[in-house]
């Protein structure tokens, strides 16, 4: 049986455990830097705020992970998987919305 970091290497490609504990940590990085992040947003603009402008707030924290992810992953020497990482996520959001365009 093997063990979930020789799964992830699997599936991500990677060759050592060492990636993909990088891997994981700039994950966990970057998640809880764009939740600090966002949750400064809300405290400048204030937490009564409306719908459309809270999902504004949200929509600059997804397009902010997105930038930090590449950051991240490039200073700690993973650029490579994160790039394409982003690449194959971007391409199921653009997947997604042509469905819906056919439907």
């Known amino acids: 049986m093997s063990s979930w ?5 699997t599936r991500w490609g990677v060759t050592t455990g060492w ?13 809880s830097s764009t939740a600090k992040v966002t949750d400064l947003m809300f405290d400048y603009t204030g937490r ?3 719908a459309l402008e809270k999902t504004g707030v949200y929509f600059l924290g997804l397009l ?6 590449i950051l991240f992953g490039a200073i700690f020497g993973q650029f490579t998987f994160f790039w394409n990482f982003e690449k194959r996520m971007f391409g199921r959001i653009v997947g997604i919305f042509k469905k819906r365009q056919k439907e």
């Open 64 to 69: 902010l992970y997105q930038v930090l992810l």
């Open 5 to 9: 970091v020789e799964k992830l290497k």
């Open 48 to 50: 009564d705020i409306s």
């Open 19 to 31: 990636q993909v504990f990088v891997i994981l940590l700039v994950f966990a990085i970057t998640g």
